[in-house]
């Protein structure tokens, strides 16, 4: 695996988040979690794809609705 690329699975296990709901998540992320498919059609996230996954669950458990918690990841890490 590339550095800083992580299929779906891996991202799910580093951040505590479901791979069902990963994937919901990215209608919500639009253009911010475009998602790289390889040559087998895995989803391929960058380090920085990963950091939102974490931040987005960080305020969801902190009790925030997922529209806010959207907004607010995209804001901490750009």
Known sequence: MDKGKYLIGEVAEISGVSQKCIRSWEDYLGDVFRIQCGRMKYRYYTEEQLEIVKKIKQFLDEGFKLKF??????????
Not at 69 to 78: I, N, Y
């Open 69 to 78: 918690a959207v907004e607010r990841a995209k804001e901490a890490l750009s």
